[in-house]
């Protein structure tokens, strides 16, 4: 199972912007945590960071027939994008959004997410950890996808005996 991880704008400059906001560690240093995870559950991780709009919306296609699920953090995109909440509502892919700091918390345009009607849950708040979060989580979703497909097989060979 292949989880692909979008980061949008600014995201790279992490552990150098507004680290009240958040925090100190880098964006590398988070990726590191989900890759070693990812390892230890058997499961395939890519990464991906832009602070183009256009960009984001091609690796959310791209991933149609090569991910299983997609872990995004649209950044600014969240409360802007409708190219990226239509990409993740055309790819009928399993997504959570996630979010370092509590967006409902901060400035009232930042409450708004476009993005997360579309996916299957957001995780806000709770600094690097909600990447860690979101792999528990994507995993047991993909897990469920994958014995509901077994079941749906099942079921099938029985109907053609």
């Known amino acids: 199972m ?3 991880v979008i980061q949008g704008p600014n995201l790279n400059m992490l552990g150098v912007r507004e ?5 100190p560690m880098k964006l590398e240093d988070i990726h590191a945590q989900m890759k070693a995870f990812a390892e230890q559950n058997k499961l395939e991780i890519e990464f991906f960071q832009s602070n183009l709009e256009g960009e984001i919306v091609d690796r959310i296609q791209e991933c149609i027939g090569d991910a299983d699920g997609i872990i995004i953090n649209p950044a600014a995109y ?3 994008s409708i190219a990226i909440r239509d990409a993740l509502a055309a790819v009928k892919i399993p997504t959570i959004e996630v979010h370092l700091s509590n967006i ?7 409450h708004n997410s476009l993005t997360a009607p579309v996916c299957a ?5 709770m600094g690097p950890f909600g990447y860690h979060l979101a792999m528990v989580g994507m995993t047991q979703i993909l897990n469920e996808v994958a014995a509901m497909k077994q079941a749906q097989q099942q079921a099938q060979k029985a109907q053609q005996k």
């Open 121 to 125: 849950g957001q995780i806000v708040g």
């Open 2 to 4: 292949k989880i692909v």
């Open 19 to 23: 680290q009240n906001i958040y925090g």
């Open 78 to 80: 969240t409360h802007t």
């Open 104 to 110: 409902h918390a901060r400035e009232e345009f930042r």
